[in-house]
Nanobody, 125 residues
């Protein structure tokens, strides 16, 4: 069983920055591929970013590329999402997820095995 707890969300203005954190339980965090997804009201959950087990390879959705950066600290069992130049359309609940298979950088939500409870990010114009 893996527990994921997100933090760092909040209400900001367009152009501001936020850093989301996701703390994972367990001793095998370094064996999971980790991802971030988001879901806006009335919309489907969408892929934001993913990172390999070592952190050496990252993938970002086109909508956030150049503004958001995923990273991880395996010593702290934590994955981060640095969000810069935030836009109102980034408003959503942000979820971190763990893929225990640890292969590739999946962009489909059902490829992930465990999910956090989500943290709200609201960007005002």
């Amino acid at each position: 069983q893996v527990q994921l707890v997100e933090s760092g969300g909040g209400l900001v203005q367009a152009g501001d920055s936020l850093r989301l954190s996701c703390a994972a339980s367990g001793r095998t965090f370094s064996s999971y591929v980790m991802g971030w997804f988001r879901q806006a009201p009335g919309k489907e959950r969408e892929f934001v970013a993913a990172i390999t087990r070592s952190g050496g390879v990252r993938s970002h959705a086109d909508s956030v590329k150049g503004r958001f950066t995923i990273s991880r600290d395996n010593a702290k069992n934590t994955v981060y999402l640095q969000m810069n130049s935030l836009k109102p359309e980034d408003t959503a609940v942000y979820y971190c997820a763990a893929d225990l298979a640890g292969n590739g950088l999946p962009r489909i939500s059902h490829e992930y095995d465990y999910w956090g409870q989500g943290t709200q990010v609201t960007v005002s114009s």
